[in-house]
């Protein structure tokens, strides 16, 4: 198909060696983030994009990390994009994914309708001597561009076609106008939020509209952006007949992917627990993401469910899925792919892993040794070692590994802990140390041995991930210690195992098991190096995770005036509404109310609103462990009220509180402080008179 003519006017611009087309823009940017892109264009003009990690973390800010991190381009670098390919990236923004195009692509056309955001991407790519892009709204920048690409990629985009296209139908007509400009065994790429997406239901706010359950509740005529549940998307298909197309899904969402799942190779239960990524906005945690994904994989609807999705409309990709590796140190850095191979008349399915970088290339090549050597050692034993051959594709090495069925040796262990079948949990962890131990006077072993990285089919066992292999020897206990610790950290369900017992069976006192730890310590650093972990940037940049429930409670467990509130103290002795909680069922009735604290010796005092009412208060009983407690004292009673005698006292306030000390009282972990009292409500004004009448104030 004949190309579009060659643009030799003045509005060409060069950053580099990318182009920047500037014929069709009005001169105006119409969306702009303010200080923000000035301040991307700033760090984009000065450092290098090897340099932007540490920009990062040193901002430590949504914005940075949103635009600048190389893991956003982990939605499309899966894709099997060849340099004979032509691609149009829709929507560049500031270029967070344009970089993995130019790596993969021969011809890459970028489009977007702002200027400074395209200067932006041409700073950080500049050396992408492939790249143009083109800048302008694109219903006028469309009527330019060829018809001869590969793939059309919306990474983010397809949500705002109302924007772009002014019609009844609006993403309907978008992809009609996408289709003609490709190629007939083209491909278009869409990576977009599912509206029904688990994150949502659980609590997250919408990411366009920063309200909560904005797209669940299907969006307003005015909001201008709209995301689709998967039947939405596929009816918009039906519509424009399109028969050709497959769902992805990408985990936790399309932004930070770091595993995409297929209909083919679905998620399986326990895998899903990475849930927390409210980077930019704070969330409600209406319900555990992990369960409930679980739950949804059991009933096989969590293709329904997944946070985003991504389509591929055209022919079919041999992918079937993918996982990337971004937290590590450079020289680590991998992408594993299962692949599907024509073998003679049928597909075989390989695994792949890649390095991302090439400072990962020598780790790659590696892994045929530890093959070889690992196989060497369990020769004779009842462990097998999953094959795998290193081969090179234009240059770079590429690890294949064969593709074994069976389920994981933790997914095994997790179901004998569901059924509360601790033997068979032994028993399992039991052979796990006479499988991996065989051999182990040998120079090689697999330091990353954790039941994750075991498969079991009926009697066979396979280690089917050993690129973290060792030439020297390494004890079972160091290599079971860590499976186990790992084991534990992951899900906090699995602390019903018996540690005591995990040592006993291994040798381990609890000084060696401590030495580990600090070994673990040692070698993550080792795996990350100065980068930080997505969860640590998490820690750094995110949002609070808001629990309703001790809200809820608070409001609900008790009527009008009569809520029952327990402070118990800060380390520094303040009370704070954050760590009060209502004590349900305090009164049988409106005239006492009964109670039953928990004080630990760390308790260095407890607050005890009895209601929200001016009132008169008698404590009838007041002790811990049926110790009677000084409430005569005013040093280990004191309240904001009028004390009355030994053990009543008038509120006057609509907060009235006793802050009992417990400073030099015994107490056990399991202690209880057990108060009773009697309690009758009085108007304002009469406790006011009553106080100010009292002549004697203890």
Same mark, same amino acid.
């Given at each position: 198909? %004949? ?64 635009? =600048? ?64 892009? &083109?800048? #302008? ?22 949500? !705002? ?19 003609? &400009? ?14 029904? *997406? ?10 366009? =509209? ?21 039947? *939405?998307? +596929? ?28 209909? /083919? ?22 319900? $555990?993401?992990?369960? %409930? ?49 024509? @073998? #003679? ?16 290339? %020598? ?21 097998? @070692? ?50 991996? #131990? ?6 090689? %072993? ?27 020897? =390494? ?25 005591? =017992? ?34 640590? +940037? /998490? ?17 609900? $467990? ?8 327990? !402070? ?18 305090? !009164? ?75 400073? #030099? ?34």
């Amino acid at each position: 198909m %004949a190309k579009k003519e060659a643009k030799t006017n003045e509005k060409i611009e060069k950053k580099g060696k990318v182009t920047l087309d500037f014929s069709v823009y009005s001169g105006q940017d119409f969306y702009c983030d303010g200080k923000v892109e000035d301040d991307l264009l700033k760090i984009t003009e000065k450092y290098a994009p090897v340099e932007f990690p540490q920009i990062i973390e040193e901002r430590a800010d949504w914005p940075t990390f949103y635009h =600048l991190s190389v893991a956003r381009e982990n939605i499309v670098r899966w894709l099997p994009i060849t340099k004979k390919d032509k691609v149009l990236e829709v929507g560049a923004g500031c270029g967070a994914v344009t970089g993995a195009f130019t790596t993969l692509a021969g011809e890459v056309v970028s489009c977007d309708l702002s200027a400074k955001r395209s200067r932006i991407n041409a700073n950080r790519h500049s050396d992408a001597e492939n790249l143009t892009i &083109h800048v #302008g709204n694109f219903s006028d920048v469309e009527k330019t561009l060829d018809n001869d690409f590969d793939y059309i990629c919306l990474i983010g985009v397809f949500e !705002y076609a109302a924007s772009y296209i002014d019609s009844e139908t609006p993403y309907e007509d978008f992809l009609m106008m996408l289709r003609k &400009h490709l190629k007939p065994e083209g491909r278009i790429v869409i990576a977009i939020e599912n509206r029904l *997406g688990l994150k949502y239901l659980a609590g997250c706010k919408e990411d366009h =509209l920063s309200r909560y359950f904005a797209g669940i509740e299907g969006y307003k005529k005015d909001d201008g952006v709209r995301t689709f549940s998967k039947d *939405g998307l +596929m009816n918009i298909f039906k519509t424009l007949g399109v028969e050709k197309y497959r769902f992805f899904y990408p985990y936790p969402d399309y932004k930070f992917m770091h595993t995409l799942f297929s209909d /083919r190779r679905l998620p399986k239960v326990g895998e899903l627990k990475d849930n927390y990524r409210n980077f930019d906005m704070e969330r409600l945690e209406l319900f $555990s993401e992990k369960d %409930a994904f679980d739950s949804l994989i059991k009933d096989k609807a969590f293709d329904r469910f997944s946070n985003s999705f991504l389509v591929v409309i055209g022919p079919d990709v041999n992918i079937d899925y993918a996982r990337f590796s971004n937290d590590r140190a450079r020289e680590y850095q991998i992408e594993t792919v299962i692949e599907r191979v024509p @073998v #003679g008349k049928r597909e075989v399915k390989i695994i792949k892993k890649s390095a991302l970088c090439p400072e990962g290339y %020598a780790h790659i090549l590696k892994m045929d040794d530890y093959f070889n050597g690992l196989t060497k050692r369990y020769e004779g034993g009842k462990l097998n @070692v999953n094959r795998c051959e290193v081969i090179h594709k234009e240059d770079i090495p590429e690890a294949c590994f064969e593709y074994v069925e069976g389920n994981t040796l933790e997914e095994l262990m997790d179901e004998c802990l569901k059924k509360d079948d601790l033997n068979a949990f032994y028993e399992l962890f039991d052979k796990y140390v006479e499988y991996t #131990g065989y051999g182990s006077d040998e120079k090689i %072993a697999d330091t990353d041995m954790v039941f994750s990285n075991i498969l079991i089919d009926g009697d066979k066992w396979t280690l089917i991930d050993y690129e973290w292999t060792k030439e020297s020897r =390494l004890s079972v206990k160091e290599t079971a210690f860590r499976a186990v610790y790992c084991y534990l950290l992951e899900d906090k369900k699995r602390n019903k195992i018996n540690l005591d =017992l995990i040592y006993e069976k291994l040798g381990l006192s609890t000084e060696a098991a401590a030495l580990l730890k600090e070994d673990e310590a040692t070698f993550q650093k080792k795996v990350t190096g100065k980068n930080r972990s997505m969860q640590e +940037m /998490r820690d750094i940049i995110g949002n609070r995770i808001i629990d309703p429930y001790p809200v809820l409670s608070k409001l609900y $467990s008790n009527d009008g005036a009569f809520k029952f509130q327990i !402070y118990p103290a800060n380390p520094d002795g303040s009370f704070s509404e954050d760590t009060s909680y209502f004590y349900e069922n305090a !009164y049988p009735n409106e005239k006492s109310a009964s109670v039953a604290v928990p004080v630990s010796p760390a308790q260095r005092f407890i607050r005890l609103d009895p209601l929200r009412s001016s009132c008169i208060v008698t404590i009838t009983r007041a002790d811990i462990d049926g110790n009677p407690y000084p409430v005569d004292s005013k040093k280990f009673l004191l309240c904001n009220g009028k004390r009355v005698g030994n053990d009543t006292f008038i509120f006057e306030t609509e907060d009235p509180n006793l802050v009992f000390v417990l400073e #030099g009282l015994a107490r056990s972990e399991d202690s209880l402080l057990n108060v009773e009292m009697n309690i009758t409500q009085i108007p304002h004004e009469t406790a006011a008179l009553l106080a100010e009448n009292i002549k004697r104030i203890f």
